[in-house]
């Protein structure tokens, strides 16, 4: 089992950014998957998720930002994220859920001028 996430980087505030995980070793299809966020000193928290139907859930604070994704052909998901701010600054990590509960090694994400 391994999840991969990529695409995180340094980016300006107001600018998107979107960054995927690729999921292999598992049925990807059945699972609910989720993006978390680990913010400095910050406990890790749930962003978005999308299951296995496609129905999305989202955090307050990115709601109407970033938008949730997947693509059960090529086994990926997907954040992206619109108008960025200082404080989505975090690590973030994928993770799939359903018989087992698999997380990736984390995605930084930095929004600073």
């Known amino acids: 089992v391994q999840l991969v996430e990529s695409g995180g980087g340094l980016v300006q505030p107001g600018v998107s950014l979107t960054i995927y995980c690729a999921a292999s070793g598992f049925a990807f299809s059945r699972y609910t998957m989720s993006w978390y966020r680990q913010a400095p000193g910050k406990e890790r928290e749930l962003v978005a998720r999308i299951g296995a139907g496609g129905v999305t859930n989202y955090a307050d604070s990115v709601k109407g930002r970033f938008t949730i994704s997947r693509d059960n052909a090529k086994n990926t998901m997907y954040l992206q994220m619109n108008s960025l701010k200082s404080e989505d600054t975090a690590v973030y990590y994928c993770?799939?859920?359903?018989?087992?509960?698999?997380w990736g090694q984390g995605t930084q994400v930095t929004v600073s001028l």
């Open positions: 993770n799939a859920r359903w018989i087992g509960d698999y």
